[in-house]
């Protein structure tokens, strides 16, 4: 029905950058809020950045001021800037949605396959 899928994942250098990109296709009435969260070897998934679709932003503390959560509505795409990396951000990064497929459907939450960024000191 609905399929998000990133990319823009990598290897990057300790203060470097990479865009994360992750688009919604298939059954979509509407989406509200979109977001990327990030698993760690060992560790539980996290909140790294959510993004409504009046374009409100919530950031988790250790993300705050250096990376920046966007979305293009019309393409149902939610992007990821991502500076100034350090090798904690290390992870699989996955894009979630919250959408709703018909008029009058239930909101699901649906995510993507992830995309694996690696930070190297």
């Known amino acids: 029905q609905v399929h998000l899928v990133e990319s823009g994942g990598g290897l990057v250098q300790a203060g470097g950058s990479l865009r994360l990109s992750c688009a919604a296709s298939?059954?979509?009435?509407?989406?509200?809020?979109m977001g990327w969260y990030r698993q760690a070897p060992g560790k539980q998934r996290e909140l790294v950045a959510t993004?409504?679709?009046?374009?409100?932003?919530n950031y988790a503390g250790s993300v705050k001021g250096r990376f920046t959560i966007s979305r293009d509505n019309a393409k149902n795409t939610v992007y990821l800037q991502m500076n100034s990396l350090k090798p904690e951000d290390t992870a699989v990064y996955y894009c979630?949605?919250?959408?709703?497929?018909?008029?009058?459907?239930?909101?699901?939450?649906?995510w993507g396959q992830g995309t694996q960024v690696t930070v190297s000191s």
């Open positions: 979630g949605a919250h959408i709703r497929n018909t008029y009058g459907s239930k909101w699901m939450d649906y």
């Open positions: 993004i409504t679709s009046g374009g409100s932003t």
């Open positions: 298939g059954t979509i009435f509407s989406i509200n809020t």
